[in-house]
T-cell receptor, first 115, second 109 residues
Framework: ETGVTQTPRHLVMGMTNKKSLKCEQHLGHNAMYWYKQSAKKPLELMFVYSLEERVENNSVPSRFSPECPNSSHLFLHLHTLQPEDSALYLC??????????????FGPGTRLTVL | TQLLEQSPQFLSIQEGENLTVYCNSSSVFSSLQWYRQEPGEGPVLLVTVVTGGEVKKLKRLTFQFGDARKDSSLHITAAQPGDTGLYLCAGGGYQKVTFGTGTKLQVIP
């Protein structure tokens, strides 16, 4: 495997379900990100991890809970979501967060539908 | 809050035509990146420009960073159906990246 992988690619869940999104990067990068992409909205940064430490949380509701067990893996745990949380969830990595460039390498995304 | 406005939002053109997409901000950025996102996939980095006035070419794509590092343009020559996708600019700063509003391009064969 190369680059950034995400599983599952598609997920349909009810509002009372608990599910997790998984991201893995094979690039040796030190920073990982979760983004939300909705129709007609710019890409929204949700969380940033640098060297496995959460360094940014952009006012994301507590029903989204990230976890970064090591520098290659990132999870997004979901519980009691709302229909408006339906979106494409993108994981990305960058070589480091301590840069003026922060070039992002994205996974293919998880298309989430909340019923 | 740094904002990056892209124009146009949507563009539908015939194969072989030329086009330019703009990315504008009132903020100065250390770098400017362009990404292309195809349906069902994540964005893919095309180029990074870092110096005011810098021009970079990638085959039929020409990227320019504004002199004041507040804006950028992407020009595509002789567009092909494979160029179809969502084009995103992103401004880079220390420990920050800000994505633009996006331009959806459709190239009709």
């Amino acid at each position: 495997e190369t680059g950034v992988t995400q599983t599952p690619r598609h997920l349909v869940m009810g509002m009372t379900n608990k599910k997790s999104l998984k991201c893995e990067q094979h690039l040796g990068h030190n920073a990982m990100y979760w983004y939300k992409q909705s129709a007609k909205k710019p890409l929204e940064l949700m969380f940033v991890y640098s060297l496995e430490e959460r360094v940014e949380n952009n006012s994301v509701p507590s029903r989204f809970s990230p976890e970064c067990p090591n520098s290659s893996h990132l999870f997004l745990h979901l519980h009691t979501l709302q229909p408006e949380d339906s979106a494409l969830y993108l994981c990305a990595s960058s070589q480091t967060r301590d840069s003026h460039y922060n070039e992002q390498f994205f996974g293919p995304g998880t298309r989430l539908t909340v019923l | 809050t740094q904002l990056l406005e892209q124009s146009p939002q949507f563009l539908s053109i015939q194969e072989g035509e030329n086009l330019t997409v703009y990315c504008n901000s009132s903020s100065v950025f250390s770098s400017l990146q362009w990404y292309r996102q195809e349906p069902g996939e994540g964005p893919v980095l095309l180029v990074t420009v870092v110096t005011g006035g810098e021009v970079k070419k990638l085959k039929r794509l020409t990227f320019q960073f504004g002199d004041a590092r507040k804006d950028s343009s992407l020009h595509i020559t002789a567009a092909q159906p494979g160029d179809t996708g969502l084009y995103l600019c992103a401004g880079g700063g220390y420990q920050k990246v800000t994505f633009g509003t996006g331009t959806k391009l459709q190239v009709i064969p």
